[in-house]
């Protein structure tokens, strides 16, 4: 059986839960980003959120692959192909994320039309060019670690 101080803190983190429910807080993200930009953490912008959002719905179908090579141009946005490419931008967002200088507009537009769910690839392509220019100049701007004497 639940003893009596349990019960009590228990009570207790449920009003302040409850409490904390009718004050709106502030994003700490701002502060994140401001505080580990240093170390290379890139940020995120309004556009590119919503980027994201919409390209999280890929369910990994294959339709955009197939479109791609219908039109002879699977590699344009990687060696993997496009499927390949939005799965790795929206579940890894790593910093190697490249794409090639020219992405022809209308594979982007035959892409995102092919897409079920209609990710952006145009806004993807726009998003990774920015971070990948984003996270060189962090990286050129990282003062060298101190050698941990050995
Ligand atoms: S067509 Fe759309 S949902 Fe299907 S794999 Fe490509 S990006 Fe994902």
Redesign the pocket.
């Known amino acids: 059986m639940m003893s009596f101080e349990s019960f009590v803190r228990l009570g207790w983190s449920f009003f302040r839960t409850v409490l904390r429910g009718f004050f709106p807080r502030r994003s700490q993200l701002p502060r994140f980003e401001a505080q580990y930009r240093p170390d290379g953490v890139l940020t995120t912008e309004g556009p590119e959120v919503a980027v994201q959002d919409r390209a999280q719905r890929?369910?990994?179908?294959?339709?955009?692959?197939v479109a791609a090579l219908e039109r002879g141009e699977f590699g344009a946005l990687g060696p993997l192909g496009?499927?390949a490419f939005?799965v790795g931008v929206t579940r890894q967002a790593g910093l190697d994320l490249a794409v090639p200088g020219e992405v022809p507009p209308a594979l982007v537009h035959a892409l995102t039309e092919?897409?079920?769910?209609r990710?952006p690839f145009g806004g993807l392509v726009d998003l990774v060019r920015r971070r990948r220019a984003e996270a060189e100049g962090a990286s050129a701007g990282l003062a060298p670690r101190a050698q941990l004497p050995g």
Do not use: L, N, T
């Not at 890929?58 to 955009?64: D, L, P, W």
């Not at 092919?114 to 769910?117: D, E, F, N, Q, S």
């Open positions: 890929c369910f990994s179908c294959g339709a955009c692959d496009p499927m939005v092919a897409c079920p769910v990710v």
